[in-house]
């Protein structure tokens, strides 16, 4: 498919198309861009909101343009001005419009005179959606109060208005000041030795999209693990991470080995409180992460490298709207298993690869045949709704089917060219496929029709002859599962002393959805599941035996539910226990106790579980 002509801005080329459609956004790039962000923020805790100031560059693309137009969500504006190149402010008429539901509210900001920078003095809401704002009594260490920003994908709107839409690139400065005893960090290089004197001043040099603007402060102290990285966790909790991501510098180094220099200088970890809604969040330079990898074996510091591999695929070739994530998550998932496979051994990568490939041709019948595409129709697909499995694990088959067609060296050849082609770059599938054309199927010919490249893109389902990895200990595992729901084979005698994590994960993902009891309770009897500290475990352990109808292990289910703030390890034990009457009364019981504890995209997500089997029920 054929672009229109692109505009240069600097680094950036991106079709006018591209630039003028996100449907999450109600910005106007074709007529007005934002390449610099000076920001000023006071973080004040009692009140639960950020005082801010922002005050946009702005590259007027459209000589005729009459409007600034920004996304915004809850944010009080206190006032509007242009600031002249002579630093004189002269106030701008704006108007906000009615909030919608999902996108927030329209600022528009009449500027017939085409200011170069324009200054927004405003408040975030207690309720940010991007925010979490947690009491002393909700961290670790409940000395301090904790907050934190999750900016993916379009909750940054929530904290800063800007043009909210990964098309869009942007350098930025910023100016916290916060209580004393707080340390501030930023996506942007932190420094570990900076006095906590309430005083943080950050520049990130290269463009980023709005997502991954971020922000934490709290009681966090750091401490090094390598030349470039260093972790940062509250102070009970900083030597535990950094002992678990002593491999960091190891993982940077691989990486660079088969993909080309890391360019973003430092690469530090902060570790969340439990209440942290995803595994982690590849902001630059500061990758926000979740306390539940840190199981003392290293087990699941794979996590780390996802967000590490996003230092390529999707911080530093972005996809151009949430349509295209796919680019960002599919690719990053093929690098984390290449990483994980050269420093852990391509045994635990291919078992990495199996879970997640077992797991999506599990679920992907059951999902509307829009979203089973890698690049779907936008209409209809919500930001949130495209962050699915499908974008992270069928965009990773897709990589690897192509690595094991053009064979690696070639493969490798290509997509580190790849990631140099359109570095700095926010791009669309359709030009991902177009340096893929030539670069890569026409390149070496015979080896992959280009009428397959596109059933995988655009296609439902997964391809018939999509490549598997082998593992002769899954293939053992799933003989004894086999064995044990047959009766022939005791669950104490399963040979699991040795299983890692993911062995465990595994076993107990592929039994029946529900199982029958007595096997959960002979199960638990021998392995002692309930209570387990591993939350990969915990969630697909509890998940089956609420199913299977076993009520002693409801305590300890509610306890993980209350403990983990994460989407992906708490709401699946809701939707078991929405399943009947009294499980859903269970589950409502524990959501009260837990809610203050969850981040907004956590409690939307439970309450959204818990209205619909209300519903379902009535």
Known sequence: MRFLPALAFGTLMLPLAALANDPNSYAQPDQVRVTHLDLNLHIDFPHKQLDGQATLKLDWTNPQAQSLVLDTRDLKIAKIEAVGRDGKTT???YALAPRDKVLGSKLTIATPKHPAQVRIVYTTSPGASGLQWLTPAQTADKKLPFMFSQSESIHARSW???????AIRFTYDAHVTAPKDIRVVMSAPNDAKHPLDGDYRFKQTHPIPSYLLAIGAGDIAAKETGPRSAVYAEPSVVAKAAHEFEDTEKMIATAERLYGPYRWGRYDILVLPPSFPYGGMENPNMTFATPTVLV???SLVSLVAHELAHSWSGNLITAASWRDIWLNEGFT???QGRITEALYGKPLADEEALLSARALQKDIAAMPANAQKLAPDPR????????????????SWFLRTLEQRFGRADFDAYLKGYFDHFAFQSITTEQMLDYLKPNLIEK????????EVQAWVYGTGIPKDAPLPDSPRFSAIDKQRSDFLAGSLAAAKLDAKGWNTQEWMYFLDRLPDAPPLAKMQQLDAAWHLTGTPNAEIGMRWYSHAIAAGDKAVWPAAAEHMIRIGRLYLTTPLYKAFAKTPEGLAYAEQVYAKAKAGYHPLTQQAVESIIAKA???QH
């Not at 209809?380 to 965009?395: E, H, I, N, R």
């Not at 070496?444 to 009428?451: A, I, N, Q």
């Open 444 to 451: 070496y010919p015979g080896k992959m029709r280009w009428d």
């Open 333 to 335: 998932t093929y690098v």
């Open 160 to 166: 800063v208005p800007l043009q909210d839409s990964p």
């Open 614 to 616: 209300k519903k379902a």
């Open 91 to 93: 106030p701008l008429k």
């Open 296 to 298: 003392g074996d290293k």
């Open 380 to 395: 209809g697909v919500g930001a949130d709704d495209s962050l699915s499995d499908v974008a992270y694990d069928k965009g």
